[in-house]
């Protein structure tokens, strides 16, 4: 018994240098900077109020999340999301370092919990999370690709489950033959 208590076990676990390849982090440290530079950059050409309390909100995240040992990088993720504030403000100026941070924090975020029209995977079966619905303000339904009229499983506030489950988040270009990729069933060609 003594030995079963104190024997190493192997862990599955990765390296912290495993997890920082896996998710690119120290990619996504330069190109933060890179974004961080071009904000300064910007404002010497253009004084703006709205530009100027994003840069510094911007810097502010950014120094934080990388003291912390658990970096979230949510507000990252909203912010270079298509459309919103780096766009808006860098425009085709930071379009290439935009779409690749958000590439990687997109991937990130998706691998954290249920968002909406995330397309998944779990026992060979593909779905799409659904949106949040009236009765429940969390994500984590999925529709699954099936021709069946409403094939919609509840995984709401279990994605740590869903992954031990052997679920999987896919890649986002993944074709569905049934569903759209809002979770609609595709209509039958004429």
């Not at 766009?87 to 909406?116: A, M, P, S, Y």
């Not at 993944?174 to 595709?186: A, E, L, M, Y």
């Amino acid at each position: 018994m003594f030995k079963r208590l104190f024997q190493k076990h192997k862990s599955d676990g990765l390296s912290k240098i495993e997890y920082w390849k896996k998710w690119e982090i120290l990619e996504l440290f330069d190109e933060l900077h890179k974004a961080e530079n071009l904000l300064v950059d910007i404002l010497d050409n253009k004084n703006d109020d709205e530009l100027i309390k994003f840069k510094d909100e911007f810097i502010e995240e950014l120094y934080e999340i990388e003291g912390d040992n658990v970096a979230d990088f949510t507000r990252i993720w909203e912010w270079f999301t298509p459309t919103k504030e780096w766009e808006l403000f860098c425009g085709q100026q930071g379009h290439k370092l935009g779409i690749n941070i958000f590439r990687i924090v997109d991937r990130w975020k998706r691998n954290q919990d249920f968002i909406t029209g995330t397309k998944v995977m779990l026992n060979d079966e593909f779905g799409v999370v659904l949106n949040k619905t009236s009765d429940n303000d969390m994500f984590g339904q999925i529709r699954w690709d099936t021709n069946k009229e409403n094939d919609i499983e509840d995984w709401r506030g279990l994605f740590g489950s869903f992954l031990e489950k052997g679920g999987q988040i896919i890649n986002q270009q993944h074709q569905f033959t049934f569903i759209n990729d809002d979770g609609t069933t595709k209509k039958a060609s004429s």
